[in-house]
């Protein structure tokens, strides 16, 4: 298996432009997170998902963050509008089981300008 | 819900010193933990793991950790540091059951000086 993918690694965009950043989970794998990485806050969980159903999005900072699982190899996560607050590295991770570790991607560099 | 505390933001050290740095967690049930380390400019990689039996864990890179659960502790040592193990470092909880959250402390920067 490949492991995690992310798309894009680099993201530079205007504000107030949609965002749209995607992930390939490790095939059977059965969970999925969605993390935002920055200098003040570490690393903060936003969403995960268990069999493509969302689960806690209590992390999710506000609307203008939303996040999808269309399928089990497939997941988004779109901000809209974006500000340049939001610039961050967001990890997308999965997780076979409760008794296992989460692989992560590589990440994508989001930049807001 | 569970939560993590890593105190220590950063940790500098001599080469071939020795190192421990720590980590403690809250939580209502029976846990699962996990030390990751990141590089520069990419993701998290797994070093070790308490799932249950042995409360000593060794990892990769010479790394191990001790789960205390009294203390609601996982100490990461390692007894003689390289150059290469300078990186960030988190640690992580999972509940054993209910939930598949998996939630990161907010890492600590280890700093190796020859």
């Known amino acids: 298996d490949a492991g995690v993918i992310q798309s894009p690694r680099h993201e530079v965009t205007e504000m107030g432009q949609e965002v749209t950043l995607r992930c390939k989970p490790i095939?059977?794998?059965?969970?999925l997170f969605w993390y935002r990485q920055t200098m003040m806050r570490g690393l903060e969980l936003l969403i995960y998902?268990?069999?493509?159903?969302?689960?806690?999005d209590s992390g999710m900072p506000e609307d203008r963050f939303s996040a999808k699982m269309p399928n089990a190899s497939f997941s988004t996560l779109k901000i809209q509008p974006s500000e340049p607050r939001d610039s961050a590295v967001y990890f997308c991770?999965?997780?076979?089981?409760?008794?296992?570790?989460?692989?992560f991607g590589q990440g994508t560099r989001l930049t807001v300008v | 819900a569970q939560s993590v505390t890593q105190l220590d933001s950063q940790v500098p050290v001599f080469e071939e010193a020795p190192v421990e740095l720590r980590c403690n967690y809250s939580?209502?049930?029976?846990?699962?933990l996990f030390w990751y380390v990141q590089y520069p400019n990419q993701g998290l990689q797994l070093l070790l793991k308490?799932?249950?039996?042995?409360?000593l864990v060794k990892g990769i890179n010479g790394f191990e950790a001790e789960f205390n659960k009294s203390q609601t502790s996982f100490h990461l040592r390692k007894p003689s540091v390289h150059i290469s193990d300078t990186a960030e470092y988190f640690c992580?909880?999972?509940?054993?059951?209910?939930?598949?959250?998996?939630?990161f402390g907010t890492g600590t920067r280890l700093q190796v000086f020859p």
């Open positions: 991770a999965s997780r076979e089981g409760m008794n296992t570790e989460a692989f």
């Open positions: 095939s059977g794998h059965n969970s």
């Open positions: 998902f268990n069999n493509n159903v969302p689960i806690d």
């Open positions: 939580s209502s049930v029976s846990v699962y």
């Open positions: 308490y799932l249950s039996g042995s409360t």
């Open positions: 992580a909880v999972s509940e054993s059951y209910n939930t598949d959250k998996l939630i």
